[in-house]
């Protein structure tokens, strides 16, 4: 099969004659008709150009697979193309440019109006925190990856470090696979907005904002994920979430570089700002086999007066066999006056940080007490097998303002014989086998 570049615009005259010396081309088996191209590594300068006609060239040929060996790769911003791979071996590091000016569309890998395209492999990519002063917050430079309306996504095996801006930004699109990624550093780890049907699994975040985000997103599974971050965990707005097998831990490892602090702030905020025009609300949520160490909040939502949760309202959510340890406190609920909100809780257990002070506010909103679980405005809570520990004689539990709550099985360790709740305005309360310090 004959590979043909064609040149879309004006180059230096001996980029042609670069191109084929720095560029191996080989071809796959005649049944897969896919073009398989090679960069050279550890060339001398950027080679933006080069990576974007072979990424080109592959399209042209009804798609391909472009490798980067072992070895460094130093270039500014490059656009995927559809059925098109960027594979990256183990040892590689696609190394980007330190000068805003060697990016377009404020993304160092940039895709829009795209179907099946893929990153895979062992590699690095290295956003090198690349400065703006115009960017976001006087610095932030571009995003590592921003995919906008692509559908059948694979991302796989790599690793993004030093992202200037958001690690992968997604908006619009679907059929994405996250499988075995590495986020070390940066913002945000994935962002995703008015998305639906993204599956991730095996990956390992460790950001230094928020983790997982986005609103108005759709059918969301995430799996079996490492999880740690100088924000937030999740701050998210979907309907359909799964989350299983997840481990979440603080303070975070990377330092949050606009409030120069490392606590790890939620493992779950609702997110809907109102100025992204949302209009799906959040709900059918299953959090499961989870653990949360060292994190000062477990579930933060207030449709009142929270940070850009003020969009849509919350539905359900469902927590089972969740061990969060060291925490400040475990939920701060304050739903609509609709009292759409419900909450399911079952075979879990939530522990307060010894020697520590209850943080009461949260991103600027006050939290209504320094009880481990807070809510006020719900239409159903029902806590199932779940166990409180807070040495301390204020309530454990405060619930105001709700349609039905169920206690069955709740123990409460608090060294103290004072009664642990506090419940006000709720129109049917069923208590079962309650216990105060395990007696």
Known sequence: MKIKLELKHRIMPGLIMSLLCLV????????????RITIIPNQAGLITGIIQMAIDSCAADGGGVVIFPAGSFLCGGIQLKSNV??????????????????????????????????????????????????????????????????????????????????????????????????????????????????????????????????????????????????CNGFRM??????????????????????????????????????????????????????????????????????????????TTVRFEKVKATGILSAFNIIGDEKMNFNLDVQNSLFSFRDGAVSANTFEGAKITSPALFNANNFNHINLRKVLFEKKDTTPVVNLNSGNTLILNRVTFITGSSSVPYQFEKIGNVKKEKLKLNKN
């Not at 191996?24 to 073009?35: D, H, I, W």
């Not at 594979?87 to 829009?112: E, H, R, T, V």
């Not at 309306?149 to 796989?156: F, M």
């Open 24 to 35: 191996l081309l080989s071809v796959q088996s005649p049944a897969s008709f896919k073009t």
């Open 85 to 230: 791979t960027l594979q990256l071996d183990k040892g590689s590091i696609i190394k980007g440019s330190d000068k805003y000016a060697d990016y377009q569309n404020d993304a160092f890998i940039y895709g829009k109006d795209l179907t099946d395209i893929a990153i895979t492999g062992e590699g690095v990519i290295d956003g090198v925190d690349c400065y703006n002063p115009k960017g976001e917050e006087g610095f932030r430079g571009p995003h590592c990856i921003r995919l906008i309306n692509c559908k059948n996504i694979t991302l796989q095996g790599f690793t993004i470090k030093n992202s200037a801006n958001w690690a992968i930004n997604c908006r619009y699109c679907s059929f994405d696979t996250v499988k075995n990624v590495t986020i070390l550093g940066g913002h945000d780890g994935l962002h995703t907005r008015f998305c639906n049907n993204f599956t991730v699994t095996g990956c390992d975040f460790r950001t230094g904002d928020d983790a997982f985000a986005g609103n108005d997103n759709r059918n969301f599974v995430i799996t079996d994920c490492k999880i740690n971050t100088s």
């Open 237 to 314: 707005g979907c309907l359909n979430l799964t989350v299983e097998r997840c481990k979440m831990w603080g303070p975070g490892e990377y330092i949050h570089k606009i409030q120069k602090r490392k606590n790890m702030l939620s493992a779950f905020v609702h997110f809907s700002p109102k100025d992204e025009r949302s209009a799906l609300k959040s709900g059918n949520w299953l959090i499961k086999d989870i653990m949360i160490e060292n994190v000062d909040h477990v579930y933060n939502y207030n449709f009142e007066k929270g940070l850009w949760q003020t969009g849509q309202p919350v």
